[in-house]
């Protein structure tokens, strides 16, 4: 149930990465306008709720902060079908940023206390495989409806006064209501470390860390790295292939999709899978071996699709789509496991509200920049996405790699 809220958390956000050209059209923004819409609007409820999103979560029912979530960024989505210029679909960018506050910190909170610590990661990777199947399903959904929207009004005369873009979010935020449903058949586990007002305080968690501040500046700075590789990819990687290899919308909705469903079911959950075997083998850092490896591929794929000829191109980029669920599944597996169980949900909290702020906002935007200002042409979308994922999947491989033993050490004092 955690997956499926996690798939629908991701369509809701990412259908509108393959909805660009036509919303541009319709609403007359540029690019760089747009990537406020994919990033900033969406960090901005982060900054504002996180925090004590997480305290309810450390303290009551965990369930109940996923079902507000769930019921938040389904309603804003639906409100995004119903915008008329870019300042609307703005604010109902900003509300749809509810989801990921809500969702990350309870979910992973949950299943930390749904298995034992030898299978965590795996379970993150049950939990992770959500993300690429929400995005397969944004993906092909939105650039399926786009041509065929003559089909769905003749079979919906009431959608005759919407666009096709406005569909695709009407019918994405109405499947997010039905899975807010299905989440009340979920029932609250016991928790295995009782919080308390002491251990869980703010000051507490202020202690926490300052005391284990190397090992956090290490992981969570390599995982933020990661992800900004991530949402700068989901973000122009559909539009490089229609912008720069001529590729059908359609063609690159199935593309995009297809490949990461296969990340998703060969590379996420297998993944945690993997980061599990390293621990019972004695690697206690194998959360953070795998990510090294990860940040290399990503790397090494970016530049190859921005360097290549046009067929090897098209298959770098979206063998880089297929990596896009793995760093939502080392975070998800190294952070708890250097946290104590009382504060987990506030540390998770204050991480995500760093990935909102840093890798979401700066990612998407980061490639427009350069796109609009460095290069000056749109067609060079895909040289600004290798730049940015290779200089940040470097950092990040940097980081975790010197970050081992300060890991280590933290996981043990938790």
């Known amino acids: 149930m955690l997956a499926l809220c996690h798939a629908q958390a991701i369509a809701s956000f990412q259908i509108l990465n393959i909805l660009i050209d036509p919303i541009k059209a319709s609403l007359m923004i540029a690019d760089t306008q747009y990537s406020l819409l994919q990033g900033l609007a969406v960090a901005i409820f982060a900054a504002l ?26 309603l804003a989505t639906v409100g995004c079908a119903f915008v008329a210029n870019f300042g609307e679909l703005f604010v109902a960018r900003v509300l749809m940023g509810v989801g990921e506050v809500f969702l990350f910190p309870a979910a992973l909170s949950l299943i930390s206390d749904l298995v034992p610590r030898e299978r965590l990661s795996s379970a993150v990777g049950a939990f992770g495989m959500g993300g ?6 944004a993906l092909l959904g939105g650039s399926w409806i786009l041509p065929h929207r003559a089909m769905l009004v003749g079979a919906l005369p009431a959608l005759s006064g919407f666009d096709g873009w406005r569909i695709a979010f009407l019918f994405c935020g109405l499947s997010g209501l039905l899975t807010a449903a ?20 703010v000051a507490a968690v202020c202690n926490w860390l300052l005391k284990s501040w190397r090992g956090y500046a290490a992981v969570s700075g390599g995982m933020l790295c990661l992800a900004l590789c991530a949402f700068a990819t989901s973000a122009w990687g559909p539009t490089v292939l229609t912008r720069v290899h001529d590729v059908s919308l359609e063609d690159a909705g199935r593309l995009t999709a297809a490949a990461a469903l296969i990340g998703g079911i060969l590379l996420a959950y297998p993944s945690g899978l993997l980061v599990d075997l390293l621990h019972r083998a004695g690697r206690a850092d194998g959360v953070l071996r795998v990510g090294v490896i990860l940040a290399v591929a990503i790397a090494g794929l970016g530049v190859l699709a921005a360097t290549t000829t046009h067929a090897l191109a098209i298959t770098a980029s979206l063998a880089l789509y297929t990596l896009l669920g793995v760093p939502t599944v080392l975070a998800g597996t190294a952070l708890p496991m250097m946290t104590p169980g009382a504060m987990r949900s506030q540390i998770m909290a204050i991480h995500l509200l ?4 840093l890798a979401l906002s700066l990612g998407p935007f980061l490639v427009a920049l350069l796109t609009d200002h460095l290069f000056g042409r749109p067609t060079a979308v895909g040289a600004s996405l290798a730049l940015i994922d290779a200089g940040a999947a470097g950092l990040a491989a940097c980081l975790l790699y010197v970050g081992r033993r300060s890991f280590k050490a933290t996981c043990l004092a938790a």
């Open 49 to 74: 709720l996180g925090i004590p999103a997480a305290r309810w979560a450390d303290r009551r029912s965990r369930r109940n902060v996923i079902l507000v979530g769930a019921c938040g960024w389904s």
């Open 132 to 137: 690429p199947i929400g995005a397969a399903a």
């Open 182 to 201: 299905l989440l009340l058949s979920v029932v609250e586990p016991k928790r295995r470390h009782e919080s308390t007002a002491a251990n869980s305080s």
């Open 354 to 357: 760093l990935m909102n702020l």
